[in-house]
């Protein structure tokens, strides 16, 4: 596995947060209490959704397209199986 570039981990993990403190994604808030109530700690919880956040912007940046809603909230359902996986 690569070097993951710190500010970018901290930003994800910052959009994350904020997801889930302001709603703006509420599968996303579904998803952190059902990973919890499952047993991850909430700081695997965190680095799952931010997994998957990760893997959304990777494929929008590669295929030079906006933002696929349906497909961050299927890999969110899939949790905690990885995108890439």
């Known amino acids: 596995m690569g070097v993951v570039d ?27 209490d059902r990973l919890c109530q499952e047993g991850h700690s909430a700081q695997e919880a965190y680095r799952l959704l931010g997994c998957v956040l990760a893997a959304e912007i ?16 299927r890999h969110l359902a899939a949790l905690p199986r990885l995108p890439w996986e």
């Open 6 to 32: 710190p500010v970018l981990k901290e930003t994800i993990a910052r959009v994350v947060r904020q997801q889930i403190r302001d709603g703006d994604r509420p599968e996303t808030k579904a998803t952190f």
């Open 58 to 73: 990777y494929e929008f940046g590669k295929e030079k397209r906006g933002f696929d809603r349906e497909r961050y909230v």
